[in-house]
């Protein structure tokens, strides 16, 4: 089992910056993936970000590419998206999930993950 805690989000100018933080807890030595997920209100959640814990590689959505970094703290289990140049469609709930399993072609593949976080909120205004 392993629990995730998101924090960090907030409210925020286009253009800003923001860092979001996920510390996992419990059972986090088998961890295969990390990723970030979010949801705008109406519409279906969607990957942003995932990392492959064992060799640091990443993977981004094309709408998030050249803006937003994750990255991992692997002393303090913790998991990071530094979010720069927002855009009021960034706009969304932003949740942490974690997996013992993820598909190596498609590590933002939903359904792989089976921990989640009770998310954060990020509001970018224009």
């Known amino acids: 089992q392993v629990q995730l805690v998101e924090s960090g989000g907030g409210s925020v100018q286009a253009g800003g910056s923001l860092r979001l933080s996920c510390a996992a807890f419990?059972?986090?030595?088998?961890?295969?993936?990390m990723a970030w997920f979010r949801q705008a209100p109406g519409k279906e959640r969607e990957g942003v970000a995932a990392?492959?814990?064992?060799?640091?590689?990443?993977f981004y959505a094309d709408s998030v590419k050249g803006r937003f970094t994750v990255s991992q703290d692997n002393a303090k289990n913790t998991l990071y998206l530094q979010m720069n140049s927002l855009k009021p469609e960034d706009t969304a709930m932003y949740y942490c999930?974690?997996?013992?399993?993820?598909?190596?072609?498609?590590?933002?593949?939903?359904?792989?993950?089976?921990?989640w976080g009770q998310g954060t909120q990020v509001t970018v205004s224009s």
């Open positions: 999930a974690a997996t013992y399993d993820c598909d190596s072609a498609s590590p933002l593949y939903e359904d792989d993950y089976n921990y």
């Open positions: 419990g059972y986090t030595y088998s961890i295969d993936c």
């Open positions: 990392i492959y814990t064992a060799g640091g590689s990443t």
